[in-house]
């Protein structure tokens, strides 16, 4: 009897170690299984995160240095790129070339990539703009990339281009003060037709551009000459702004620095 039991015993007790050992057995494969799942979900992760980080400055590679870095930067924080534009009413909010520029932005990176928000100010010159301190509307939206048509035509024939050009770095200054990280990139507003200063006044602000490192985007050349009535087409000779066509002429040209086919 006493052997009986004692057998028993041990049965009972080589049973309860062979399932402890299976229980420990599972749960360490389990344990390793979840360890290397994880592992590759962080993996696939990174990767992708490198592969959106890649088509990005692939797509960006004729931006400059400095855009290019600020737009890596969002990317792999995982945030949309934020790009503020702002000038006069030739940069309206609606309907004009900074909706065509966002649809195209949107096209070559990806529904979302970009955030832009447009500033318009109707009649100011740059006077205007630094008086009133207006670059803290663009600090306020923490941009990557500031995107500036600095009111030069509303500044034609009002305001000596000297003085435009300072008032132009007080702005830019006062950004940068809010948001030192913001990489501002210069434009002229569009031609009008027959001017005699004007084309000279933009001529002064690109060399201005290229004195002081801003980024300048040159989309002159993709208007038709500032002395042909072929111009008339593109810019209304009434308000001296873009039409339908100018804004989309416009938008194009923009689009070709920021989108490399």
């Known amino acids: ?90 940069t309206p909010e609606k309907g004009g070339w900074p909706d065509l520029l966002k649809q195209a932005l949107d096209e070559a990176y990806g529904e979302g990539t970009f955030q832009i928000t447009v500033h318009e100010y109707e009649g100011l010159t740059t006077a205007d703009a630094d008086r009133q301190r207006i670059a803290a509307d663009w600090a306020s939206d923490k941009p990557d990339l500031v995107l500036l048509e600095p009111f030069l035509l509303n500044d034609n024939g009002v305001i000596v281009i000297d003085d435009t ?63 042909s009535e072929e111009l008339n087409k593109y810019i209304d000779p009434e308000s001296d702004l873009p039409t339908e066509e100018g804004a989309k002429r416009w938008a194009d040209a923009l689009a070709e620095y920021f989108i490399a086919q």
């Not at 494969?29 to 962080?42: G, S």
């Not at 980080?53 to 930067?73: C, G, S, V, W, Y």
Request: charged share 20%; glycine share 2%; hydrophobic share 45%.
């Open 165 to 227: 050009l300072d008032h132009i770095e007080s702005m830019i200054g006062q950004l940068k003060s809010a948001a030192p990280d913001a990489v501002v990139m210069l434009q002229p507003p569009n031609p009008i037709y027959n001017a005699t200063y004007y084309p000279e006044q933009v001529e002064e602000l690109e060399a201005f551009a290229k004195e002081n490192g801003y980024p300048y985007i040159n989309h002159w050349p993709a208007w038709p000459d500032n002395q």
């Open 1 to 90: 009897m006493r052997n009986f039991v004692l057998i028993l015993l041990i049965a009972v007790a080589c049973l309860a170690f062979a399932i402890a050992g299976h229980v420990y057995w599972k749960q360490t494969i389990d344990a390793t299984v979840q360890a290397a799942r994880a592992k590759m979900e962080t993996f696939a992760e990174q990767e992708e995160k490198a592969n959106q980080t890649e088509a990005a400055l692939a797509r960006a590679k004729r931006l400059p240095a400095d855009a290019q870095a600020a737009i890596k930067r969002a990317v792999e924080e995982n945030r949309p790129i934020r790009l503020v534009i702002a000038g006069s009413e030739s």
